[in-house]
């Protein structure tokens, strides 16, 4: 009876003796993690690791509380956070997000005298920012926005330049003075655009897309140019008040696909001109957006 006594006491002193098998270390490394999943909450954080090199069942998993939450309560804020593009942020249904745009392209003017006008060199730059609401999720998006549009139109100079008559009447004049060179024609306009429109996506990685919509233009300032020289004296001269739309709207379409980069067109079924101001001519524009 008292062999049996002791033998159930050394048993249970045994075990209560804890196991110096494995040494505690503070640091702990594994090679290959297949998964590393970290949650932060105010007063706790949570690290789990799933499979490694050697095995692929492998789990760790450590849970740390913090007594003071001054702690953990770090927020980085960066780009990502200041701006929240199309691309930048997960989207969930009702978000609103905002994001910038740059456009860059080519234009000329439709349905003017034919060789008037040349596509190259003219350009168009248009910067902004748009406020992007998701009422459907992260693919279909309604935009918002406001920017400036800067257009160029480069003109033949065989055609002479624009002048204004008495009655405010714009045209081309027949040629530059004799013996002019280094000739230079253009139309200048500086609009403060809002962009209105929607855009589609067909991947879940939002890389193709399509955006259709309208760009309404409010052209404060605008004016013809033209410059040469005669012998040694360079001319430099510009026309004012030259009579075009205050408010002009482009339909705009924008889309994207597989190893293309964003291409867009517009183009104002408004003439340029006022009534009575100047030839019938419609801007047209295609480039790239960034």
């Known amino acids: 009876m008292k062999t049996k006594t002791f033998f159930v006491a050394l048993l249970f002193g045994a075990l209560a003796v804890p196991s110096v098998a494995e040494e505690i270390s503070d640091t702990l490394i594994v090679k290959r993690p297949e998964k590393v999943t970290i949650i932060t909450q105010d007063t706790l954080q949570r690290i789990t690791v799933k499979g490694s090199k050697q095995n692929a069942d492998y ?43 740059l456009n860059i392209g080519l234009n000329t003017m439709l349905d003017a005298e034919s060789g008037s006008y040349n596509l190259w060199p003219s350009f168009d730059v248009a910067i902004g920012i748009t406020a992007d609401w998701h009422p459907f999720g992260a693919k279909n998006v309604w935009s918002l926005g406001l920017g400036f549009d800067w257009r160029n139109y480069r003109m033949s100079t065989h055609d002479g330049y624009w002048a204004q008559d008495a009655a405010g009447m714009m045209g081309l004049t027949p040629s530059f003075p004799v013996g002019s ?80 980069p964003k291409l867009y067109c ?23 957006g960034f």
């Open 59 to 101: 789990r760790y998993v450590q849970t740390i509380s913090y007594a003071d939450t001054s702690v953990v309560k770090r927020k980085t804020f960066g780009l990502k956070e200041l701006v929240c593009g199309v691309k930048k942020c997960e989207r969930k249904k009702g978000t609103v997000t905002t994001d910038g745009y």
């Open 181 to 260: 060179s280094d000739k230079v024609v253009g139309l200048h306009v500086t609009s403060l655009q809002v962009p209105v429109l929607y855009t589609h996506y067909f991947d879940s990685k939002q890389k193709y897309f399509v955006t259709i919509g309208g760009l309404v233009n409010f052209n404060f300032w605008a004016h013809a140019n033209r410059q040469y020289e005669v012998g040694d004296e360079d001319f430099d001269i510009n026309t004012k008040s030259i009579g075009q739309r205050s408010v002009t709207v482009d339909a705009y379409m924008q889309f994207r696909a597989p190893y293309l």
């Open 266 to 288: 517009k183009y104002c079924p408004m003439t340029f001109f006022k009534k009575d101001r100047g030839p019938k001519m419609h801007q047209f524009t295609i480039g790239i």
